[in-house]
């Protein structure tokens, strides 16, 4: 099995952070936070169509519908870039919606989902249909660790046929989340080693003390460990390997984000480091489509599956 990105992967990939660059660079992103803080809003109407436009929540759907025609492996590369850009809004959901709720896949709809455990929904207010729901739900805001993740309570009737389309769509939902997760932690570093590089102490930068190396070292081998696990299940498809890779890669974000504020200090815990940003997304997203307890749980019931079988089978 070969899990080395293709050129045409490699050459997608790249066209994404061109893109992501060019229109969701540091200074929209920081003005994207005082949006939010105004209007409670997130989601760029117009930068959602320009990702429709080009291909981000059709690039699963068979050419013949209108779609890009490519798979799981494409899709994580391409989520990948938009968690290293910190690109806000429900990008998962509304991928996942392509082909089912009208306008998900041009960018003309914004779709949420009931991915959080409980009754908090993300972006209730600026979307246009929740996946799996017929309608909108009324939900009261509540305030989110998050400042471009606007979190709205739900009350809902229990519905079978609603929580059977959910679980559905979880595994790759967790696995798509996974992506995001791994582009953050891979920004963090970028981040940290950038700052360690370029801040002096004592007559020399910082990265050439111990303690600061060891820590960014720990960061890169925390994300590299979680992108082979997020390819790996992008090209396996299978259930446990979606779930592992979502939870190494929460925990790679998580932490890295944290090491990263370590590595800038003080100036870490400013409002004008954007280390904060990445820890706070990271936070919401180890909570969306499959928490760290439940991946643990499909985790364990295959590794139990798996010594059933062992027992049964003949030796």
Request: glycine letters at 10%.
């Amino acid at each position: 099995m070969d899990f080395q990105p293709t050129q045409d992967q490699r050459d997608l990939r790249a066209g994404v952070r061109d893109l992501l660059e060019g229109r969701y660079g540091r200074e929209e992103l920081r003005a994207s936070v005082d949006r939010a803080a105004r209007t409670g809003r997130s989601v760029d109407r117009s930068l959602w169509r320009e990702l429709g436009a080009a291909g981000f929540f059709a690039l699963r759907l068979p050419e013949k519908e209108g779609g890009v025609g490519l798979g799981l492996p494409e899709a994580v590369l391409v989520f990948e870039e938009a968690g290293r850009a910190l690109l806000p809004g429900p990008l998962v959901a509304t991928h996942l919606a392509a082909g089912a709720v009208a306008g998900a896949a041009e960018g003309e709809a914004v779709v949420t989902a009931l991915d959080l455990d409980g009754a908090l929904v993300a972006h209730l207010g600026e979307s246009d249909a929740v996946l799996g729901l017929p309608g909108l739900p009324a939900g009261e805001p509540v305030r989110s660790a998050d400042p471009l993740t606007p979190l709205a309570r739900v009350s809902l009737p229990r519905d079978p046929r609603a929580d059977a389309a959910r679980a559905g769509f979880r595994d790759e939902g967790a696995l798509l989340t996974a992506a995001l997760q791994l582009g953050s932690a891979l920004r963090t570093v970028e981040l940290a080693v950038r700052y360690a590089g370029e801040r002096e102490q004592f007559g020399q930068p910082i990265g050439g003390f111990q303690a600061v190396k060891h820590l960014c070292a720990q960061m890169l081998v925390r994300a590299e460990v979680a992108r082979t696990a997020v390819y790996a299940a992008a090209v396996t498809g299978d259930a446990g390997e979606a779930a592992a890779a979502k939870l190494l890669a929460d925990a790679a974000a998580v932490r890295n984000a944290r090491d990263c504020l370590q590595v800038h200090g003080g100036m870490g815990f400013t409002w004008e480091a954007d280390v904060h940003l990445h820890l706070k997304r990271a936070w919401v997203r180890a909570e969306q489509w499959r928490t760290a307890a439940q991946a643990e749980e499909v985790l364990a019931a295959e590794l139990l599956a798996e010594a059933l079988l062992a027992e049964a089978t003949p030796g």
